[in-house]
């Protein structure tokens, strides 16, 4: 029969404690969050949809169709929403986005005054 050496037992421990190691150091992947829908719709004074607005938040822009409306897909948070169009006054809302959920938010848009002709 053999005899076991010394640094065996030693050996198998430093192994053991490297592999524990090694899986400690792997961080569980979290499962992914749901997203939620962040629809806004964009009118006029009159209530009429705004086709053409551009409506932005932070990383996204779209630009509303004759419906007057953009749909983003969001993780959960509260988003800063910059809605523009030519000849309207901007406007920005804050909007909260849910998991799973759809968040509508109206804008309506105020037109600007018409620009006063150069002085001669």
């Known amino acids: 029969m053999r005899k076991a050496s010394v640094f065996q037992p030693l ?17 569980a992947s979290s499962p992914p ?7 806004v719709v964009v009118s006029d004074e ?3 949809h705004a086709a053409g607005a551009t409506v932005s938040v932070p ?3 779209c630009t509303t169709g004759l419906n007057g409306t953009c749909r983003f897909g969001l993780l959960p948070g509260r988003y800063a929403v ?7 006054r901007g406007r920005r809302v804050t909007v909260g986005v849910r998991p799973g959920e759809t968040a509508t938010t109206e804008v ?13």
């Open 59 to 61: 990383g996204y822009r």
């Open 108 to 120: 309506r848009m105020h037109k600007l005054a018409p620009a006063l002709p150069p002085r001669k």
């Open 33 to 39: 969050r749901a997203k939620g829908i962040l629809e």
């Open 82 to 88: 910059l809605v523009n169009k030519s000849g309207f």
């Open 46 to 48: 009159s209530g009429q």
């Open 11 to 27: 050996l198998f421990g430093v192994l053991c404690l490297a592999a524990t190691w090694g899986a400690s150091g792997q961080q």
